[in-house]
């Protein structure tokens, strides 16, 4: 019996998208690298819930919840991802929500990227990446939560 | 322009080369490309010739430079009598740090200051706000209130230097702070010149630092342009801005059409608001992006000048010749560069840099090489800022006016810029203007859709950037990055502190209802009232708030 009901657990898995928030955090305008993101993932097939510009922490956070995401991709310009990026993964920790994914990208320096790692974050793309690149991450890293 | 008959031969000589000539040496050695195109995916033709431009007329397409329709220049004598003004724009961490960064840019040759501000101030929030933890000095100098201006500008003779300021949504009470600094010194606000960008249309459609929703974005700059008339008559009220739809993503023709066509509701706004055309229409200025495709570029600055002459004359009826002009800033295109190989950023640089002069430009800023990875060190900016030095004093390219004038090539691309942007300027009109297209979200949709073909092309290998999808290599980042440091959070927070504690509490808790009062008065203009809150002490966050009180707030609409 709890073959079964995994098996059918399974075959739903396997119709329900992949659902990935993509967040502007902070106060930089700079949403064209974000947009391209969103707009390439959903032509791949991924569910896309954009926030929008000038998100704090808190509010990306809210949003993950109540859309129920698999993973969060974050675009930031400011040079504030130092704080903004540990500051999401912290709320995240604290509802319970630390198996989201967080990955991101945008004007963020070499030496940076380690300690981002560090503390949590998925990945860092950088400037230049491709598009392909980034969608096939999100189809081989994450997969739907239930 | 031509003879008919000689056009009808050279016409018929091309036809017969292109078919004999042309076409068997084509088999010999086949195009490298399916198809030439622009950088904005424009196509192009393998040669021009004069039957390209068979009803080019030089009186009326182009005229003689500092003469309407000014397609070869606003000046009669440009670069021969005055270079270009140099103006690298220059913000990080405190004020001090940046007017030191300041001093160091004039003292190696630079002729104009222009400053970035961090992006709580540039939306508006005091660095003390919750919402700016993280960003203080990151991205810009952080200002606050009247004693950060005076510490930037300390030192720096405000009726000797002229300063831009990128500045949007709050851009009357960086402006009132600048004007209450000038007081300081004893300059008096006539003779004070310079420019706020003040380009809140560019900023829903594409750089996006706003505050209010756009109808009391339009009060507040059609007050300053009443305001500058009277007051601040060497002030640039607004910068028209492509510049950043360019970095959104646009092509060179939606930069152009979308630019002009803000400039058009500024001016009619202007008119509407009861402001005579030719009392605020000589002090617009414009701002356009130096992207890669060299020609296109340099077509796109001719085009905007005589549509602009046009425009104003035709459309707006003005009278005065300087109403007419359409004098322009230049930055190279930032999001060009490339963070693989960057020494490779400083021949981008110089590329766009000089498309820019051959355009005509008025004053210049030249990307440092570092830029995709930080803000510019000393040391990058320094390349940047010679490389205006060596167009100008070098390369022999300022000796004489326009002189791509008349070249098949670059008239023929003039004229075509030229219709195209008209064509959406048509589309904009039906939509009931700018204001009205914005809402729809028109522009916006523009940009990110080609934004996303332009980056589907690199993606696939039809437009080559070297280092990154042609020619790439390993190697890692050769070049030093400038660091903010953390501390400067803590201290600008404990300076804007300590100035709400030093300051008259009263006389700014009056200035503040003032503000409040007038803002719900139609006639009322802000500009008077924000400069007494500015000397005051009143901080830019405590202003912004008030307004944001009684005017609302613009919210993303979010779409991709």
Known sequence: MAKGKGAAATSKKAVRKIRILVGK??????????????????????EVIYTGLHQTPEMIVSAAAQEDVDGIGLSILSGAHNYLFPRILQLLREKKMGDVVLFGGGIIPDDDIPKLLKKGVDRVFTPGTPIQEIVDYVNERIRPRK | MYDKKKLAAIAARRKKWQEEDLASNHRKSPPRLDRFSTVSDEEIDLLY????????????????????????????TMYRGRLWTMRQFAG????????????????????????????PTL????????????EVGMCGVAVDSLKDMEILFDGIPLDKVTTSMTINGPAA??????????EKQGVPFRKVGGTIQNDILKEYIAQHSWIFPPEPSMRIITDILAYCADNVPRWNTISISGYHIREAGSTAVQELAFTIADGIAYVQAGIDAGIPVDKFAPRLSYFFNAHMDFFEEIAKYRAARRMWARIMRERFHAKDENSWKLRFHTQTAGCTLTAQQPMNN????????????LGGTQSLHTNSMDETMALPTEQAVTVALRTQQIIAEESGVANTIDPLGGSFFVEQ?????EEKAMEYIRKIDEMGGMVAAIKQGYPQREVADAAFHFQRLVDAGKKRIVGLNAYESQEGTPIPLLKIDELVEKQQVARTREVRRRRNAKKARA???ALKEGSLTPNVNLMPLLVDAAREYVTLGEMCDTLRETMGVYTDPAMF
Do not use: W
């Open chain 1, 25 to 46: 955090p902070g106060l930089d305008g700079h949403d064209r690298g974000a947009k391209i993101i969103a707009r390439a993932l959903r032509d791949a097939g991924v």
């Open chain 2, 49 to 76: 010739t004069p039957d390209s431009l068979s009803n080019f007329d030089y009186e009326e397409d182009l005229g003689n430079p500092g003469q309407y329709p000014y397609t070869r220049g606003v000046q009669s």
């Open chain 2, 92 to 119: 990080f961490g405190s004020a001090e740090d940046t007017n030191a960064r300041f001093k160091f840019l004039l003292s190696q040759g630079q002729t104009g200051l222009s400053t970035a501000f961090h992006f």
């Open chain 2, 123 to 134: 939306m508006g929030y005091d660095s003390d706000s919750p919402r700016a933890k993280g």
């Open chain 2, 173 to 182: 009470m960086v402006f009132a702070m600048y004007l209450a600094v000038a």
């Open chain 2, 346 to 357: 400083v021949v981008r640089v110089a590329l766009q840099a000089l498309s820019g002069v």
């Open chain 2, 413 to 417: 691309l003039t004229n075509e810029m």
């Open chain 2, 511 to 513: 200035c503040l209802s």
